[in-house]
């Protein structure tokens, strides 16, 4: 079974057991659709779920008090690949991105994606090539395709991009 990490537990709140996730997924309300999570290999199934402040609040069964919960502590949570829920078109997991050869529209390669972050605004692309790294914005004026199942992806470099 392959699984996706989906957050990290940074902390514990209140006596009852209850932690706090770092959520790595764009839509965190997906922990809401979640019977169960698991760590350290081992399926928890999930009590209640509540949000704050951009991070999820988790009460596991069986983490039942503060001690409990703090043997969790920066702990990730993983989900196995084939729970995660469908995709809209022109959407894409991480997962999928990584390893994918980046070429401009004339056929430049530029090398591949090694990691993917959000700057809030929208995801950036790092790109390594030659032991350097290129960092591109996934906004359409850059990214003109995404071929999954070949694992290239198509950009058009703007104006002072990169040197």
Do not use: C
């Not at 196995?80 to 078109?89: F, G, M, R, V, Y």
């Not at 994606?113 to 996934?138: E, H, Q, R």
């Amino acid at each position: 079974m392959s699984m996706i990490e989906i957050g990290k537990i940074v902390n514990v709140r209140g006596i009852k057991g209850e932690v706090k996730v770092v959520p790595w997924v764009d839509d965190i309300e997906l922990f809401s659709d979640l019977d169960g999570v698991y760590i350290d290999k081992k399926y928890y199934e999930i009590k209640s779920v509540k949000y704050f402040k951009n991070n999820v609040m988790l009460l596991l069964d069986g983490v039942d008090s503060i001690e409990k919960a703090e043997l969790y502590r920066n702990k990730i949570i993983m989900l196995p690949e084939e729970d995660l829920p469908e995709l809209e078109e022109n959407e894409f997991y991480v997962k999928d991105l990584l390893g994918a050869n980046v070429v401009t529209e004339s056929g430049e390669n530029l090398g591949e994606i090694i990691d993917v972050f959000k700057t809030g605004s929208n995801d950036v692309y790092t790109v390594k090539k030659d032991g350097k790294n290129i960092y591109l914005p996934a906004i359409k004026d850059v990214v003109k395709n995404i071929d999954i199942e070949n694992k290239i992806i198509t950009v058009e470099l703007m104006e002072g991009l990169i040197d």
